[in-house]
């Protein structure tokens, strides 16, 4: 009897993560086998056991671990969190799938991704692009993912309870994709991975939306009037301080939202990306918007849940305003004089064309883009 190839999915509790667990278990189990390497045993692990994916406990900062849990894989994905370690986990990564000769990767990438970008992260991730194709024995694909509907979802109790969106995004336009719509798609090319070696493949929404489209969708589902509001920098730190950022996070977060309000997350428009590899259209912002809010108990109105939300605005006002220019100036963290996406030459020649990244590119296209 032929065995199955195996799939490692890294980062695999998290939220795009778990996605493409789900998606491999529920989709892809006759043509392929799923581990998950997660960090701790806990609820979200032992989900993933019951939905027939192996589980493997690992630290991604350990190559020990990330070799153990490469052991017997045929095609790996690689995920990093938001942290100031995500190049160690990328080089441990690449390290281990050499060793093992893994034949295909893919990596959760980003639009942004670029060699002198102000965010360090936004370069660690052009570095982990370069890094996966320079592996020799294995092919690989990056999926380069725009702004997620997930970041606007955590609005959703201020939506409900005071009927206001109030974020800095100022003229800024994009497509939102849903984590399962990214999480499909990766399991999509990593179980049939030959269409999609040496490419570089953007999901998108099926549509592009203002802050002001966003606002109207959540007035729908959550039925009440709700208006965008511009919002300023300080407040949009003062808010992800109080609920808990790290400074490194604050410091990438300045400069994507600035990307967004100049426009950089509507170059190239929407794309075929999810019904090409899924063969489904894209989830539009209103399923999202629907799912989200039935699993939020802040979504429903009600007399405590305004006086939560007040007290979470009241906790807003009262944090200080973090000083990230200090933090990255103390840190350590290496900083250059950098340029937005939306000032680089190349950028704009590869990114900012119809269905850029997307399946119908030809691979000439594609591997001129310089991350």
């Not at 965010?119 to 592996?135: C, I, M, N, P």
Request: one cysteine or more; charged letters at 20%.
């Amino acid at each position: 009897m032929t065995t199955l190839p195996l799939v490692l999915i890294t980062g695999a509790t998290g939220k795009t993560g778990t996605a493409t667990v789900l998606a491999l278990t529920e989709h892809h189990g006759d043509v392929v086998r799923t581990r998950a390497l997660v960090r701790r045993e806990d609820h979200r692990a032992q989900a993933l056991r019951d939905a027939g994916a192996e589980v493997v406990i690992g630290d991604m900062s350990d190559i020990r671990d990330l070799r153990r849990a490469m052991k017997g894989v045929q095609r790996a994905h690689f995920l990093a969190a938001m942290t100031n370690s995500s190049l160690d986990h990328a080089v441990n990564f690449a390290v281990a799938a050499n060793e093992t000769r893994v034949q295909h990767v893919t990596a959760l990438s980003q639009w942004l991704s670029s060699s002198s970008h102000p965010s360090v992260l936004t370069r660690r991730t052009w570095l982990t692009d370069q890094l996966l194709s320079w592996l020799p024995h294995t092919a690989h694909t990056l999926i380069n993912v725009g702004f997620f509907a997930d970041n606007f979802m955590s609005m959703l109790g201020t939506a409900a309870q005071m009927g206001m969106l109030p974020l800095p995004l100022s003229d800024g336009s994009t497509a939102p994709i849903s984590n399962e719509d990214i999480g499909r798609v990766v399991a999509g090319v990593l179980a049939n991975p030959t269409p999609y070696a040496g490419r570089t493949l953007r999901p998108t929404g099926p549509e592009i939306l203002t802050p002001e489209d966003m606002a109207a969708v959540f007035g729908d589902v959550l039925g009440r009037e709700v208006k965008y509001s511009e919002g300023t920098e300080k407040m949009m730190l003062k808010s992800f301080s109080a609920l808990g950022r790290s400074p490194f996070e604050l410091a990438q977060v300045v400069t994507y939202m600035r990307e967004f309000r100049r426009g950089a997350f509507l170059s190239g428009g929407t794309t075929d990306v999810v019904q090409e590899v899924t063969g489904r259209p894209a989830e539009d912002f209103a399923t999202i918007t629907r799912r989200y809010a039935a699993s939020d108990p802040m979504a429903t109105r009600s007399f405590p849940n305004l006086l939560r939300a007040m007290a979470r605005m009241a906790k807003i006002l009262l944090t200080p305003v973090p000083d990230v220019s200090a933090w990255l100036r103390d840190s350590g963290v290496p900083v250059i004089d950098g340029e937005d996406c939306v000032d680089q030459e190349d950028w704009n020649r590869t990114h900012d064309a119809p269905n850029a990244f997307g399946v119908g590119r030809t691979l000439s296209e594609v591997v001129s883009f310089p991350g």
